[in-house]
């Protein structure tokens, strides 16, 4: 299957039990056997569980759920994930270009298809300061809420936080491409704003 160019938008969706649980546009920074990187912008228009499944984990494990568009207004994310890797390491800046923080994410390894990837978010994450000098476990409650609906197995769980902590360890011991300032970067201004490709919902 193809590479993805640099500043071509491709669709991130999140698949659970075959049906599409999320979807968001992003922006490809990076497409390389070692490495690859991504970027949401804020404002990005993105699909997930409506208003009406505010509860997302009873939803998400319940099967009953309506995807409605929801607008990204938090910070600018770069996402930083490997081939097979259960994780990824994101870098948040606000809508100003301030840096704010970093942050392991859990996830399924990516999954290429067609029109960008497959993936799954498995809840469990890592708060970590902008300079790297203290971290915090999040969603943990969300994980053990998974385990005691029998969605997730202990050892399931057990393999997160392994995974958590692989992520944490590329980042605070700065192994590439953690070994240079990031916080300066910023996209091409002749990047489009990104959005999901048609045919982003074909399962």
């Known amino acids: ?32 056997d070692d490495l690859l990187m991504f970027f949401l912008p804020v404002g990005t228009e993105w699909q997930a569980p409506g208003p009406e499944d505010a509860e997302w984990i009873e939803a998400k494990f319940s099967g009953v759920w309506t ?15 490997w081939p097979d890797a259960g994780h990824a ?31 799954l978010d498995q809840d469990l994450d890592i708060v970590v300061s902008e300079d790297r000098s203290s971290w915090t476990w999040k969603d943990e409650e969300d994980v053990a809420r998974g385990v005691a609906l029998g969605a ?24 590439s491409p953690f070994d240079r300032d990031w916080t300066s970067w910023r996209p091409d201004p002749a990047w489009p704003e990104p959005a999901l490709p048609q045919g982003w919902d074909w399962l």
């Open 67 to 81: 995807l409605s568009p929801r607008r990204w207004t938090t910070m600018h994310v770069l996402s930083f994930a």
């Open 152 to 175: 997730y197995s202990e050892a399931e769980a057990a393999g997160f936080r392994d995974q958590a902590e692989h992520g944490l360890r590329r980042l605070v011991e700065r192994q």
């Open 1 to 32: 299957m193809r590479r993805f160019q640099q500043g071509e938008a491709i669709a991130l969706r999140e698949l659970w039990h075959d049906r599409i649980w999320a979807a968001r546009p992003l922006t490809v920074v990076a497409d390389r």
């Open 89 to 119: 390491v994101l870098h948040f800046w606000d809508e100003n270009w301030t840096p704010r923080s970093w942050y392991v994410n859990v996830q399924r390894p990516l999954d290429r298809f067609e029109l960008g990837f497959d993936t």
